[in-house]
């Protein structure tokens, strides 16, 4: 029975030592870390979503805003917004809260975000420094999911590494930081041939393929480390039921160590998120980043 990885508990260790580099760098340096999340529309899941940003930005110490603007707005409003924060001293991270409206080009919208702003890592410099191997602010959910392998395997080095899905959001940045661990890593989807004899070889695995319960215990190398990113919601005996991209209880028959769905990645992402806002405003400022 694979150990359970639990990251609800390790964002919350996350976020008191995102607290603690808060404290430290308004001690001494007057500086206050603000994040700026622009909504637009009424997304219901996105409001949710924004409004637990909000939340655990504020109780991190850090300085928290929130633009709601209407599902109407311009492609142009929306891009004035971005140039505003852009030229706020105060402002050190800047999100979009995705998707936006279909008339709105979102590419567009994220790479008007100041690349030194943007702790989404989503604009095409993070993403080519990223993959330069330079420093660069990286998308949140990969981030975490290297984050919880490190700490439950240890040193990466070595290890072969099969990523399922390769969306610009999770797939090929997840692969780029596995890459940066010294794993060797394969890239795979829903196109792979033979899927499954593909996975079976890896000790590490990372489903980020958005398929409820694709992947199924006998794909699963014994002793394994399965980071399961999907959120699924699907209906199961007249139930509401969210699930992973794991068929969770044949994974974790074999694997040696799993995430669950939920609180696994998800609790992750805004963890990584107010890291990330920290990093930018100690680069901004040009002051030493302090210990995480």
Not at 130 to 143: E, R, Y
Not at 239 to 263: M, R
Request: hydrophobic share 45%; with cysteine.
């Amino acid at each position: 029975m694979a150990k359970l990885i639990d990251g609800k508990l390790y964002a919350e260790g996350l976020r008191k030592r995102i607290a603690i580099a808060v404290a430290e760098l308004k001690r001494d340096h007057n500086l206050i870390p603000g994040l700026a999340v622009v909504l637009v529309g009424e997304d219901p899941a996105s409001k949710v979503y924004v409004a637990n940003k909000a939340k655990q930005t504020v109780e991190v110490g850090m300085n928290s805003w929130e633009h709601k603007m209407p599902a109407d707005t311009s492609e142009a409003d929306l891009l004035a917004m971005v140039q505003k924060l852009n030229d706020d001293p105060s402002v050190h991270g800047i999100l979009v809260q995705m998707p936006v409206p279909k008339h709105i080009d979102s590419a567009k919208v994220l790479n008007t975000i100041d690349p030194a702003k943007d702790v989404d890592g989503f604009h095409v410099v993070n993403v080519g420094r990223l993959s330069t191997g330079q420093d660069a602010l990286v998308a949140c959910t990969p981030t975490g999911c290297v984050m919880l392998a490190k700490d439950t395997l240890g040193d990466l080095s070595g290890l072969n590494a099969v990523v399922i899905g390769r969306s610009n959001i999770v797939g090929k940045p997840v692969a780029q930081l596995l890459l940066t661990e010294n794993c060797t890593v394969t890239i795979a989807h829903s196109r792979s041939k033979d899927l499954a004899s593909i996975v079976r070889g890896a000790d590490l695995v990372i489903a980020a393929v958005g398929r409820p319960e694709m992947v199924k215990g006998d794909w699963i190398k014994l002793g394994a480390c399965v980071i399961d990113v999907g959120i699924n919601r699907i209906e199961r005996d007249g139930k509401n039921k969210l699930v992973g991209d794991c068929d969770f209880a044949s994974c974790e028959a074999v694997a040696g160590s799993i995430t669950p769905v939920p609180g696994g990645v998800g609790p992750m992402t805004i963890a990584c998120l107010l890291h990330n806002t920290v990093k930018a405003a100690a680069a901004i400022k040009g002051v030493k980043l302090p210990e995480m």
